[in-house]
């Protein structure tokens, strides 16, 4: 389809707006990182390397780190190894119920993350009775994160077909044998989008962790929202933010070079 030149600056002026609107916030943020104030003032009124000195030395920050980091890795492995075995039954097998099931596996990335915040606080709390840790935290970014991995495994199924799988079959391989070497060798990279995917939600999650954590407990998006307006802080916040931003980033831009244009994200 061609279009006229008034449409195609039309369309190119209302695109460059809304990056503008995403992406210029985030540019302030990384110029503060920089500068001299101790308040979120702009223009800065110099610039400087100390905030990144003093960020990578703050303890509170690295020990939060350490506990997205965790958090973030515990959840990707539950999600890949369900979000996969899900997929497969939905894909490979008919049974009653089929859709209806693909619709609650999906359902948890598509709900309010405060709703989902509140349904596993309430349930953690008064129907198992567990004290909210590290643990209901993973557990709580394994329901999204089920579906990243789940949404890249299915399309990969329905690209491959099934013809190699029954060809190893009638040349005798057993339903592991054939997952082994035939089915997992081509959902390698669709795990590996997938998986990144998955990372990089659970990392960056603050409203689900906020209602799911406990006290005692802080994740990285956690320490910079309670930060964010301490005094002096502001600058070691603005540091971290960004760090939190090319984390996120680097995954999903991965992720989207391997996963191929058939890739489904959140």
Known sequence: MRLSRPARLLLGSLTGLVLAIIYL?????????????????????????????????????LSALWTSVQIALASTLIALVLGTLISMALQRFKFFGRDFVNLLVILPIALPGIVTGIALNNFFRTILDVRLGIMTIIVAHATFCIVTV????????????????????????????TFRLVTFPQLRSALFAGGLLA????????????????????????WILD??????????????????????????????????PEQVTR
Do not use: H, K
């Open 25 to 61: 916030p985030l540019l302030v943020v990384f110029v503060n990182s920089f500068s001299t104030s101790r308040n979120l003032t702009w223009p800065p009124p110099g610039f400087t390397l100390e905030w990144w000195g003093r960020a990578f030395q703050n303890a509170g920050a």
């Open 150 to 177: 789940f949404n890249n495994v299915l399309a990969r199924l329905r690209r491959m077909g099934t013809s190699l799988e029954e060809a190893s079959a009638d040349l005798g391989a057993g339903v592991w044998t």
């Open 199 to 222: 990372f990089a939600l659970s990392f960056d999650e603050i409203i689900v962790t906020t209602f799911t954590a406990g006290a005692g407990l802080t994740t990285l998006p956690i």
């Open 227 to 260: 930060n964010l307006f301490r005094p002096n802080q502001a600058p070691i916040v603005n540091v971290i933010a960004v760090v939190l931003v090319l984390v996120s980033i680097i995954p999903i831009y991965i992720a989207q070079r391997i996963g191929g």
